[in-house]
């Protein structure tokens, strides 16, 4: 399985981004996807996740800026970003949790937000 995500750059504070990541390759039952950021210095850390059903869990500090969504035909998950701090200024993952085959992880896509 290939984790394939888009979507960063640079933004202000105060702007959005929208994520992407698409999972292809042989996939059984992909159960979770999520995002992950990682800043230098710092331990990984989850930003959001949905399950196939669509149950949803959120960092705090992101809660009612950040929003997850997948679609589960493409097995592409999204993260929509909202009100961007500085603090958001990291590396994001893709994650992928595959109920037979395993967990992947994607290659990162930076997200600075700086003015």
């Known amino acids: 399985v290939q984790l394939q995500a888009s979507g960063g750059g640079l933004v202000q504070p105060g702007g959005s981004l929208r994520l992407s990541c698409a999972a292809s390759?042989?996939?059984?039952?992909?159960?979770?996807m999520a995002w992950y950021r990682q800043a230098p210095g710092n331990q990984r850390e989850l930003v959001a996740q949905?399950?196939?059903?669509?149950?949803?869990n959120y960092l705090d500090s992101v809660k009612g800026r950040f929003n997850i969504s997948r679609d589960n035909a493409r097995n592409t998950v999204y993260l929509q970003m909202n009100n961007l701090k500085p603090e958001d200024s990291a590396r994001y993952y893709c994650?992928?949790?595959?109920?037979?085959?395993?967990?992947?992880w994607g290659q990162g896509t930076q997200v600075t937000v700086s003015s």
């Open positions: 994650y992928a949790w595959d109920s037979v085959t395993g967990r992947y």
């Open positions: 390759g042989r996939m059984l039952r992909i159960n979770v």
């Open positions: 949905i399950t196939n059903g669509g149950i949803t």
